[in-house]
C-alpha cells in the first residue's frame, strides 16, 4: 500500500481532476492506494480571508465566499458529478456562511470557528474527489481524518501518534482499492476540527503512511521534485535527484515550501521513502527522499529562505560572564511560545541576537522587557533592539560538514555581491549555514550561491547601457553576435536590461533588449533621466551587474560613485573619471575596492588595445614603469597622415570628422587635451600622482583656432590659418623629418606636444589612426615593450569595452 498526496496546485479544476484520476488509474490493479487531497488551489486562503472581512464586519466576504462556491459547481458540473455531491456540496457552503454570519455578528473570531471555515475546503475536495473516482469506476472509499487523526493542544501542531496509530487500525478491515483522504484537518481532546498547519496536507499524509505502514509516500505537486532552490526565485534551479531526511527536513524547515517540515518526521521514524513528483509531468523522476541518498555533484544539496524575518538583539554590559541571561532569555521567548529561527551570540558575550518571526515581534519586546525590566532600569541591560525587513537563507548539504572552506566560499560570494550579512549560524551538526540578509537582497543572495555551487549551465550578465550612438550601436551588435557563442562557450548569458541616450531611456520589464533595443528606444522609450536610471539599477539589485559608460559625458562620469555604492560595475570608454582630479581618481577606485566591484576603463587610451591591462600587469608583477612614449590620438594620426599624403590641414580634419574618428567635439583632440588626458591615465595607472597642472601641454594648432563656440567656427578658424599649416609641409620635406603629436612621461615629467621624428623612429611610420604606446620598463630597459594597433574608430573601442565586460564577469 502506498500513499499519495495531491496538493491544491494538482486539484485545481476539473481538468487537473482528470490528470490526477490518471495518476492513480496507473497503479490501480497492482496495489492499494491512500490519497490525500488538499483544498483546491487557493480555496484555503480564500476561506481565511472570508473570515477575516466578516470580522471586519465587510460584506464583501459574502461576495469571496459566494466565488468560492462556484468554482466547486463548476468542478461538480463539468466531471458530471450525481446530484447527490451538488447537494452534500451547498449544504457544506450554507454552513461555513452560517459559521461566518456568526464571525460577522460577533466580531470575534474564535480559534474553533477559523479551523472550522479554514478546514472546508479539504472536506468539500474530498467529497468531490471520491465521487469522481467512483464514477470512473475504481472502489474508493471516502474517509474522514478527524475520526483518525488527533492532535492535543500547545502551539502549532501535536500530534497524539498514538491514538492516531491506533485509530487507523480500523481503516485496514475496510475494503477499498482507493481509500480518500481529505488533507489538513484532524480533531482535538473534545472532537473538535483541529488543523494540521499551513501546507498540513503532506504532514496528513505522512502521518497514514506510517500508522498504516505503506511502503511509500508520494508528494504530487506542480514541480517536477524538490528543486536545488526555490525555482521561482532561481531560474537555473533544478530537481535534486535523492536526498536524505535530514535535507529535506533543514531545506523545507528553512522555507522550500513544496514540503512541510513535520511531515518528514512519521516517515523518517518508519525507515519510508519519499518521493516529490509532478502532476503536471508524472514520468519526470522526481525526487526520493530516502536514508542513504547517492552523492549529487555539488557538496551543497539545495538553498532555501524565509522571508519577514527580524533580528532580534538583547546586549548590555551587565550581561558579560553572568550565567543565566541565556537562559532567562530562552526561557523568557519559549514561555511566550516566540519561535526562534537562528541563534547567535558575540564571543564578548555582551548581546545576543536571535532572529524571530515578523508577526512575533511586538510580543517578544514586550515579554523581554518584562523579563528584564531590572536590569533595563538599571543600564546593565540595553533596551531590545529589533531590526527588520531581513531574511533567513540556509545552505543545505550533508557533505558540508566533511569539506572545508564552504562558509568561506559562501561568505567571499555574497561579499563580491556587496550583500551586508547581518548575523549568521552553522548548525552543530554541519548540515547547514544560515544567515540572515536584507529581504531586498535574497534573490540575489540564492541566485549567487546557486551560480558558484551548482553546475549552472550560465551566468546572466546584467547590462545598463549609457550611451548608444556610433560606438554604444556597435558594442549592441557586437554583443547579440557574440551573445550565442558566450552563452555555450564561456557560460555568460548577456542581458540588456536598459538603455539611456541624452534624450530618451528604456527599462526593459523582464526581457532582454539584446536583439531589439533600437525599436524599444525608439517606440516605448520614456524619456532620459540620469538619476532615475540609476536609481532603478539600485532597485533591480540584480548580480553581476555593470553600467557601461560608452558616452563622453561628465554628467555620466559623475554618478559613478552612486553606480558602485550600489554594487554594480563600471565599464567606461568615457575618460572623464579616470583623468578628473586625482582624488577623484582614487576616491573612485576605493568605491570599486569597498564594493568588491570593478571599474574598468581599458578603451580610454588606444581604443581596444591592450594598454592599461598591459600596465596592471606588470605592476602586479612587480615590473616599475619609467617612461612612456605615446601617440595615442587615432584622430590625429588620422589627419596628420592625410596631410602627409597631400590633403590641406582643414580637409584632413573634416574627413576625420566625418569618419567619426574624433571626439564628438573636435577641438578636444585639436587642443591635445583628449591625448593629455590619456597621458594622465596611463602615468595615473602606471603608479604616478599627476594632475592636469602638472602636464607641459601645448595644443597641436594655433590657440587662435579654438576660440570658436562650434565645429563650423573651428574649420573656418583652419582654414584662415592654411598657410601655418603650409609651412610644416615646408619644414617636412626639408628636415626629413614628420610631425607627431606625442604624450611623453620620464623622471616625473609629463608633456604634451608636437615634436619632430625622423625616419628611424618608431613613431615615424603610423598608418591611418594607428596608436603606438612605448612602455619603457625596469624589464623592458634597452628595448621598450611596444604596443600598435589602430586606436581610433566605433568597432575597436566597442571591441575594447566588451572586453572589459567579460572581464568583469568571467571573474
Ligand atoms: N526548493 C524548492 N523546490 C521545489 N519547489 C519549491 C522549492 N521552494 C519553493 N517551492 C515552491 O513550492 C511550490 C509547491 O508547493 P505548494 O504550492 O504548497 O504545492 P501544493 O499545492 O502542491 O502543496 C512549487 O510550485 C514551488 O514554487
Ligand atoms: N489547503 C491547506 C493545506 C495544504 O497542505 O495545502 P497544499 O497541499 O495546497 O499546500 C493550505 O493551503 O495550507
Known amino acids: ?17 482528470k490528470r490526477v ?18 483544498a483546491f488551489g487557493g480555496v484555503t486562503d480564500e476561506l ?60 470575534e473570531i474564535s480559534q474553533k470557528v477559523k479551523n472550522s471555515v479554514m478546514g472546508s475546503g ?13 464514477q470512473c469506476g475504481m472502489n474508493t472509499v471516502l474517509f474522514d481524518s478527524r475520526d483518525f487523526i488527533k492532535t492535543q493542544n500547545g502551539k502549532g501542531v501535536f500530534l497524539n501518534s498514538e491514538q492516531t496509530n491506533k485509530n487507523l487500525e480500523a481503516v485496514k478491515n475496510v475494503e477499498f482499492q482507493v481509500a480518500l483522504f481529505p488533507g489538513f484537518i484532524a480533531s482535538g481532546q473534545k472532537g473538535e476540527m483541529t488543523l494540521l498547519g499551513r501546507g498540513g496536507s503532506d504532514y496528513t499524509a505522512s502521518i497514514l503512511a506510517a500508522g498504516l505502514k505503506c511502503s511509500e509516500l508520494e508528494i504530487w505537486t506542480d514541480v517536477s521534485g524538490m528543486f536545488t532552490a526555490d525555482p521561482r526565485l532561481v531560474s537555473q534551479a533544478q530537481p535534486i535527484e535523492q536526498m536524505s531526511f535530514q535535507e529535506a527536513m533543514e531545506l523545507s524547515h528553512f522555507g522550500a515550501k513544496v514540503i512541510y517540515p513535520p511531515t518528514l518526521i512519521p516517515v523518517l521514524q518508519n525507515k519510508i521513502n519519499v518521493r516529490i513528483k509532478n502532476t503536471f509531468a508524472p514520468d519526470e523522476k522526481g525526487t526520493l527522499i530516502t536514508s542513504a541518498p547517492k552523492s549529487e555533484r555539488s557538496i551543497v544539496r539545495g538553498l532555501s529562505s524565509i522571508n519577514n524575518i527580524n533580528l532580534f538583539t538583547l546586549s548590555g554590559s551587565g550581561m558579560v560572564g553572568i550565567s543565566g541571561f541565556a537562559s532567562r532569555f530562552f526561557t523568557c521567548l519559549a514561555q511566550n511560545k516566540i519561535n526562534v529561527v537562528l541563534i547567535t551570540q558575540a ?11 515578523e508577526g512575533d515581534r511586538a510580543l517578544a519586546i514586550e515579554a523581554v522587557r518584562s523579563e528584564f525590566e531590572m536590569e533595563i532600569r538599571m543600564n546593565l541591560v540595553n533596551e531590545p533592539a529589533v531590526e527588520q525587513d531581513l531574511s ?52 540575489k543572495v540564492l541566485n549567487v550561491i546557486h551560480e558558484d555551487f551548482f553546475i549552472s549551465t550560465h551566468k546572466k550578465v546584467n547590462l545598463y547601457i549609457a550611451g548608444v550612438g556610433n560606438v554604444g550601436g556597435k558594442l549592441l551588435e557586437f554583443m547579440k553576435n557574440q551573445y550565442d557563442y558566450l552563452l555555450e562557450e564561456k557560460g555568460l548569458q548577456l542581458i540588456v536590461r536598459a538603455v539611456t541616450n541624452s534624450r530618451k531611456m528604456y527599462f526593459a520589464k523582464d526581457e532582454n533588449m539584446l536583439q531589439d533595443w533600437k525599436q524599444k528606444l525608439e517606440e516605448e522609450s520614456e524619456v532620459a533621466n540620469l538619476q532615475e536610471f540609476v536609481k532603478r539599477m539600485d532597485q533591480a539589485n540584480l548580480r553581476n551587474s555593470v553600467f557601461v559608460d560608452i558616452t563622453a559625458s561628465e554628467s555620466v562620469s559623475k554618478v559613478y560613485q552612486q553606480v558602485l555604492n550600489s554594487t554594480v560595475s563600471i565599464v567606461a570608454c568615457n575618460k572623464i573619471a579616470a583623468s578628473s582630479e586625482f582624488d577623484n581618481y582614487l576616491r573612485i577606485k576605493a568605491a570599486a575596492k569597498k564594493h568588491n566591484v570593478e571599474f574598468m576603463f581599458e578603451s580610454n587610451v588606444g581604443a581596444g588595445l591592450p594598454v592599461i591591462s598591459t600596465i596592471n600587469s606588470l605592476i602586479h608583477t612587480g615590473d616599475k614603469i619609467v ?29 576625420a570628422m566625418e569618419q567619426g574618428f574624433t571626439e564628438p567635439d573636435p577641438k578636444i583632440d585639436l587642443s591635445g587635451m583628449d591625448v593629455l588626458r590619456k597621458l594622465l591615465i596611463l602615468s595615473r595607472e602606471a603608479g604616478y600622482k599627476l594632475e592636469v597642472k602638472d602636464v607641459e601641454h601645448e595644443p597641436m594648432i594655433p ?21 601655418h599649416f603650409e609651412a610644416w609641409r615646408t619644414v617636412m620635406a626639408e628636415k626629413n623629418i614628420r610631425y607627431r603629436y606625442i604624450a611623453s612621461f620620464a623622471d616625473g615629467k609629463a608633456n604634451v606636444s608636437l615634436k619632430e621624428v625622423t625616419p628611424d623612429h618608431p613613431f615615424y611610420d603610423i598608418h591611418g589612426k594607428d596608436n603606438v604606446i612605448s612602455l619603457k620598463t625596469k624589464w623592458y630597459n634597452d628595448q621598450p615593450l611596444i604596443i600598435k594597433g589602430a586606436g581610433a574608430g566605433a568597432e575597436v573601442t566597442a571591441s575594447g569595452i566588451f572586453g572589459d565586460i567579460i572581464r568583469i564577469t568571467s571573474n
Open 1 to 17: 500500500m502506498k500513499v499519495l498526496k495531491f496538493g491544491g496546485s494538482s486539484v485545481s479544476n476539473s481538468e487537473n481532476c
Open 21 to 38: 484520476q490518471e495518476i492513480i488509474k496507473r497503479d490501480y490493479a497492482n496495489c492499494k492506494q491512500v490519497v490525500v487531497v488538499s
Open 48 to 107: 481565511e480571508r472570508c473570515i477575516n472581512l466578516a470580522s471586519d464586519r465587510n460584506k464583501e466576504y459574502e461576495n469571496s465566499l459566494f466565488k468560492v462556491k462556484e468554482r466547486h459547481f463548476q468542478v461538480i458540473n463539468e466531471l458530471n458529478l450525481p446530484a447527490e455531491i451538488e447537494f452534500g456540496t451547498s449544504k457544506k457552503f450554507d454552513e461555513i456562511a452560517e459559521l461566518l454570519q456568526g464571525v460577522y455578528l460577533l466580531e
Open 122 to 134: 479539504e472536506i468539500l475536495s474530498s467529497l468531490i474527489f471520491s465521487a469522481y473516482l467512483n
Open 347 to 357: 564571543s564578548s558575550e555582551q548581546s545576543m541576537s536571535v532572529g524571530i518571526n
Open 392 to 443: 533567513i537563507v540556509a545552505v543545505v548539504g550533508e557533505d558540508m560538514g566533511y569539506t572545508p572552506g564552504i562558509s568561506g566560499k559562501v561568505f567571499s560570494v555574497l561579499g563580491r555581491n556587496g550583500v551586508n550579512i547581518r548575523a549568521m549560524a552553522q548548525g552543530g551538526n554541519e548540515l547547514n549555514i544560515t544567515f540572515m540578509v536584507p529581504t531586498f537582497d535574497v534573490k
Open 627 to 655: 617612461g612612456i612614449d605615446a601617440v595615442v590620438s587615432g584622430s590625429l594620426n588620422f589627419i596628420m597622415n592625410e596631410f602627409n599624403n597631400g590633403k590641406s590641414f582643414v580637409e584632413a580634419v573634416k574627413m
Open 703 to 723: 590657440l587662435s583656432c579654438l576660440n570658436g563656440e562650434t565645429a563650423a567656427d573651428l574649420i573656418r578658424d583652419l582654414e584662415a590659418h592654411n598657410d
